[in-house]
């Protein structure tokens, strides 16, 4: 079996074919290495308080941000109180404004829906004979040959 002295001087002596399957034997020839219980412990404890603590940075950096907003936003009051108080009185104002408009608005939109569908159940109850089918269809033709003599005269003329 090929040693790394062997390896090493194919490597250098520019050979990489044989550099390459030789570095495959020196790889092969390298023994498992087995974890000890001891290892595997420690190895688990430490992923356990690593878990631990970034939960704890996680929700010690929520309480910051909260106390953090929490001040500015009560500073902020506190500095603008006057302006405070009155964009909030103009906010839940046209807050309650909006409010009563959607709420009109959808009670129109149901009031139109259903007149349109009650045109909708005439026209199609009336559509229903034959004989008015074919009146409609003799009325569109009549207009589009009288749309088609317009262009004629138009483009004469």
Known sequence: MPN??????????G?????EMLFAHVVAEIPPIEAGPDFVG??????????????????????????????AAFGSIY?????AVALIARGAAVFSHWLVWLLT???AGVRWWWIAERIGTAVSGT???????????????????????????????
């Not at 790394?4 to 002596?13: G, N, P, T, V």
């Not at 050979?15 to 550099?19: I, K, M, T």
């Open 127 to 157: 559509f229903v004979a034959p004989s008015l089918v074919a009146a409609v269809a003799a009325m569109e033709m009549i207009a589009l040959l009288a749309i088609v003599a317009l262009k004629q005269l138009v483009h004469e003329g």
């Open 4 to 13: 790394e002295r062997q390896w090493l001087q194919a490597e250098l002596s």
């Open 105 to 107: 608005s959808a009670g």
């Open 42 to 71: 420690r190895t688990a404890q430490a992923a356990w308080r690593s878990r631990t603590r970034r939960r704890f940075v996680k929700a010690l950096a929520g309480v910051v941000a909260v106390l953090s907003i929490g001040f």
């Open 79 to 83: 500095e603008l109180r006057g302006l």
């Open 15 to 19: 050979e990489d074919d044989l550099a």
